[in-house]
């Protein structure tokens, strides 16, 4: 069941959103070579508490940790690490904070030093797939007018799209109703309704959309070791359009 959040409910969600997007900017500054990702999720674990929130992720499914932090080939879910971050590589980071019982998401791709041509434009045309979802994200729009958005896009730019790892509706729980892929096709799936609060999270690679898991259980990785990128908001669908809860 979808459920729908009234106009002071997305109100009260602007807290956790706020927290995400202040944790992200934060980190853009401490991401260079030789850091690590637990340095990372060590300052996560930090500011969370410092701002009235609770790390979500941390026991959730046995999770360990309060961010996933995926670098070069893994697409999602990496465990942070005490490896440090080289020049070139990419890294994406994502964190899920609650507060006052509401839920922000954002996952954010950072360049380490200097990258490759391929990594800029990968990073560049996830980033601009995130906004083009999020711009036909309009009460009576279908989530499939929303994707495709996003495919196309990508996939004009000779990148794939993940299918196997999803969107997902957001509020008390991090994982609501409705979930879906990050492709469609235009006047297919759900309508979207004024209320809705979910997630537009991209996650393009560089060549297959195939992925596999590691003995973990949770690290994602591109089938073909190719690079990936994703960009992931928490939007709100208002009767004035999209509301990015996570905006930067």
């Known amino acids: ?25 934060a980190i853009a500054d401490m991401i260079r070579p030789g850091v690590t990702t637990l340095d990372i999720e060590s300052f996560a674990v930090r500011f ?14 046995g999770y360990p940790f309060a961010t996933c932090a995926s670098v070069n080939d893994v697409i999602a879910h990496g465990f942070p690490s005490g490896k440090p971050l080289k020049e070139g ?10 507060a006052d019982g509401w839920i922000g998401d954002s996952a954010w791709c950072y ?29 009576g729009n ?11 896009h990508a996939e004009r730019n000779g990148f794939s799209v993940v299918r196997d790892l ?11 109703e409705p979930n879906y892929p990050h492709v469609g096709n235009p006047g297919k799936g759900f309508r979207l309704k004024e209320g809705m609060v979910f997630t537009i999270e991209p996650m393009l690679n560089a060549g297959t959309a195939l992925m596999t898991i590691d ?9 073909d070791g190719s690079l990936s990128a994703q960009y992931e908001h928490t ?14």
């Open 166 to 176: 999803l969107g997902h509706g957001v509020g008390r729980e991090m994982h609501e």
């Open 215 to 223: 003995a973990d259980g949770w690290t994602a990785r591109t089938a």
């Open 1 to 25: 069941m979808v459920i729908l959040k009234s106009r002071a409910e997305i109100e009260e969600m602007r807290k956790a959103g706020r927290i995400v997007a202040a944790f992200h900017q």
């Open 235 to 248: 939007i709100a669908i208002t009767a004035d359009g999209p509301v990015i809860l996570t905006a930067q």
């Open 89 to 98: 590589d990419i890294v994406k980071i994502d964190i899920v904070a609650e």
């Open 142 to 152: 279908r989530i499939g007018d929303v994707m495709h958005a996003v495919q196309t």
């Open 48 to 61: 969370l508490k410092e701002n009235g929130a609770k790390a979500y992720t941390i026991g959730y499914n």
């Open 111 to 139: 360049a380490v030093g200097e990258v490759s041509e391929e990594a800029r434009n990968l990073m560049r045309v996830t980033k601009e797939c995130l906004y083009l979802g999020i711009e036909k994200a309009v009460v």
